[in-house]
């Protein structure tokens, strides 16, 4: 029998698991582009930001939480909560409303921000909070980082987390896609919440080169800032699949396949990434026939332009003869 304290093993048991989740990141390659990311998820403890959560189960959901009586059941809360998955933190009737994201899909996102010292950021879709730790954690100053959400439930409990680890950023009650005026400028905005196009005010309270990182359909593009009107950039190869931003109106996420298209199209990845990025803009039949043509393209090829208050999508070039517009 062991003759540590309970609390003294979940801690163990926690340092452990955290180590496990970094190897399994650091294997995947997802902060190759920065690995000074490696140091922030081996110091922020995931499982302070997700007290409890929801595992699917048999016919609904199944409650994972932190102070169950059982010790057993507490161990396995916290191998969850450093599993590299997403985590069902926030349910009502059924619908998921928020979450913690998969850590490695975390990682290529925060490498990809490519943030620097003295960098402010805004965070899009405060979440547990967690996200927004490891932000403060690699910059080195809570005040650099302000994450903002639309649900006062959810940025009270993100304080509430950030507190406990240690961390004290800046958390806004408000709508996402109207930014933080009051923080602005910003050298980084990183949204953690499904869009369906790029909002206006981002832009005005970002830096000229200031890069935008967010998710659209199931991707994720990366824009730089040209100046307050104007932003250009490409989508990462890597899928992602987000909460939609409350407030927003459109996720921008896939419509079923239409008829008529063939079975390896209707189960295609990147075809259905197409019929997300061209929802409002290009009829599915001509998306198809576009991506037949183009052969199969997958997400890297496409991007985004914003320019005088317009939004559009692109295949290969932003002058090219594939464009299509998004959502106002």
């Excluded at 990809?112 to 927004?132: F, H, P």
């Excluded at 935008?212 to 250009?232: K, Q």
């Excluded at 019929?275 to 026939?289: I, N, Q, S, W």
């Excluded at 199969?296 to 070039?317: F, K, M, Q």
């Amino acid at each position: 029998m062991s003759g540590h304290a309970p609390g003294t093993e979940l801690e163990d048991l926690a340092a452990s698991a955290r180590a496990a989740l970094v190897r399994r990141i650091e294997l995947s390659g997802a902060w190759a582009a920065d690995p000074i990311w490696r140091e922030a998820f081996a110091a922020v403890p995931r499982h302070l930001f997700v007290p409890y959560y929801y595992v699917g189960v048999a016919g609904g959901y199944e409650r994972r939480w932190g102070e169950n009586p059982d010790p057993a059941a507490r161990a396995r809360w916290l191998r969850g909560a450093y599993a590299d998955e997403p985590l069902a933190t926030r349910l009502r009737d059924g619908e998921l409303l928020s979450s913690s994201s998969q850590p490695s899909l975390m990682a290529v996102m925060l490498a990809e921000l490519g943030v620097r010292s003295g960098d402010r950021v805004l965070e899009i879709g405060a979440g547990t909070g967690y996200n927004a730790a490891l932000l403060a954690h690699r910059l080195g100053d809570d005040d650099l980082v302000t994450t903002v959400d639309l649900e006062p439930e959810i940025t009270e409990s993100a304080r509430r987390h950030l507190a406990a680890a240690g961390y004290r950023p800046v958390v806004v009650t408000g709508d996402g896609a109207r930014g933080v005026p009051g923080r602005a400028p910003f050298d980084r905005i990183i949204a953690t919440c499904a869009l369906s196009s790029i909002p206006g005010a981002w832009l005005a309270q970002s830096r000229p080169g200031a890069r935008i990182l967010t998710p659209l359909a199931t991707g994720l593009v990366a824009l730089t800032v040209r100046d307050a009107e104007r932003a250009e950039g490409r989508f990462l190869h890597t899928p992602a699949y987000f909460v939609p931003l409350r407030g927003q109106g459109g996720t921008g996420s896939a419509s079923p396949p239409p008829d008529g298209v063939p079975a390896r199209a209707r189960e295609s990845d990147s075809f259905r990434f197409l019929l997300g990025l061209t929802r409002d803009g290009l009829d599915p039949h001509e998306g198809y026939a576009l991506w037949e043509r183009e052969g199969e393209p997958h997400r890297e090829r496409y991007g985004i332009t914003v320019s005088g208050g317009r939004a559009w999508a692109w295949l290969d070039d932003p002058q090219g003869p594939y464009a299509w517009p998004l959502p106002a």
